[in-house]
């Protein structure tokens, strides 16, 4: 059966696409990437996507849109699934992907925050998740074991975030979690991860935290 012609619509900062990103990397699929400007995007940018969100995968031009189903079928396509067989276990692995998107509204607040008490509170709930996750680490290397799978690639960006911060502000998040911890330094030197972002993305994050219009501004060193 022929390939589909893959084509990842894309915003340079956006952790959801970098999932998308991640997969196919993993995958070694054949792709195209195009960056958009989200505050700007192209006429055709609201054709493909209902949400007005990126990622948007185009599979022979015809479009697939949220980052989780983007990433299951570009796994359904490809083989070696990044899922465990066991249904069970699959669907355990999909609870805690969704805890990962609710951390990720968290980091969203706190990179957001016009105040301190705002910044705080959304730091005390990444925190506290962090603390459930470090609960159900099994010794790694990643979370659910020696093999990478699907929950590595859907908390890997958010690591990398959190990472992001810690280097510029000094918050850390994960000094009463060492497990999660080295389970985050093992997934930012994957390949796959490591390939996930452009050039330019330290400096596109670097200056999206330097926004004086948010608390988070005020603690960069």
């Not at 990437?33 to 996507?49: G, H, N, Q, T």
């Not at 980052?67 to 796994?75: P, T």
């Not at 790694?140 to 990472?163: E, H, S």
Request: proline share 7%; aromatic share 10%; glycine share 4%.
């Amino acid at each position: 059966m022929k390939a589909p012609k893959l084509k990842l619509i894309s915003f340079n900062l956006c952790p959801f696409v970098q999932r998308a990103r991640i997969v196919l990397e993993e995958k070694e699929l054949k792709h195209e990437i195009e960056y958009i400007d989200l505050d700007m995007p192209p006429d055709w940018f609201f054709d493909v996507s209902p949400m007005e969100k990126v990622p948007v995968l185009l599979v022979d031009d015809k479009p697939l849109f949220e980052s989780m189903v983007i990433c299951e079928y570009i796994d359904d396509i490809s083989g070696n699934t990044l899922y465990p067989k066991d249904p069970f276990k699959r669907a355990q692995q999909r609870a805690w992907i969704a805890l990962g998107d609710t951390m990720l509204g968290s980091v969203f607040n706190l990179k957001n925050a016009s105040t301190e008490p705002d910044l705080k509170r959304a730091k005390a709930e990444i925190i506290d998740k962090l603390d459930v996750l470090e609960e159900q680490m099994t010794g790694g290397p990643y979370f659910a074991g020696k093999q990478f799978g699907m929950v590595d690639i859907a908390y890997a960006p958010l690591f990398r975030i959190l990472t992001g911060i810690t280097r510029y502000t000094g918050i850390d998040f994960y000094a009463d979690v060492p497990n999660v911890s080295a389970w985050a330094e093992q997934l930012l030197a994957t390949q796959a991860v490591k390939a996930s972002v452009p050039d330019d993305y330290q400096r596109v994050f670097e200056a999206s935290l330097k926004r004086p219009d948010t608390a988070i501004a005020k603690m960069i060193k």
